[in-house]
Each structure stands twice: as C-alpha cells, then as structure tokens.
C-alpha cells in the first residue's frame, strides 16, 4: 500500500481553479470592507430611531439590516478601495501558504 501526499493527488494547476480562488478571495475582502463600512455607518446614527418617526420595536430591530444593506451597495459601487488592499494582502498570503 503506497501513501502519498495529500499534495499530490489534488491537481495543482487546473485551469479555472486559479481564477475561482481568485473570485472567493475577492468575494471574502468584499463582505470585510461592507462590515467595516457598516460599523462606520452604525456610529453615525443611521439605522437608529429618529425623533419625528416612530416605528417602534419593529423599526428598531430592521434598523441594522438597513445599514447593512447601503454598506453592501457601497462596496458595489466602489466602496473606499478598502476591498481591494484586502484582497491584494489574501491573495500574497494565499501565494506564500503554497
């Protein structure tokens, strides 16, 4: 009975393989850059209950999702460039981990 590496039975440069963990990476910096904008978005008081309006328990449970929806939409957009500099550094660390 013959062991080999677990590295060697996987194939190691399939072609569409690269540009899939390419699109996760870019995926993944995408959902940290919304989070972070959200937290942001979260400290300016949006989402929160305004004085004139009251929508009670409801409005006030649905506020985050709220946030977290124009965060999504901003990094769609564009977002602050943080999505990219996330990306570039997992796709370094991802080159250095093979």
């Known amino acids: 009975m013959e062991i080999r590496p677990l590295a060697a039975t996987a194939p190691s440069a399939a072609p569409g393989r690269k540009a899939d963990e390419e ?11 919304a989070s972070f904008l ?3 978005l979260k400290h300016t008081g949006l989402g929160k209950m305004q ?3 009251n929508g009670g328990v409801g ?3 649905f506020g985050s999702f709220l946030v977290d929806e124009y965060a999504r939409m901003m990094v769609k957009s564009g977002g602050i460039g943080l999505a990219e500099s996330i990306f570039q550094s997992l796709q370094k ?3 250095h981990a093979e």
């Open 38 to 40: 959200a937290e942001m």
């Open 51 to 53: 004085d004139g309006f």
């Open 23 to 33: 699109n996760v990476l870019r995926l993944k910096a995408q959902e940290l850059e």
């Open 59 to 61: 409005e006030e449970q």
């Open 93 to 95: 660390g991802a080159e």
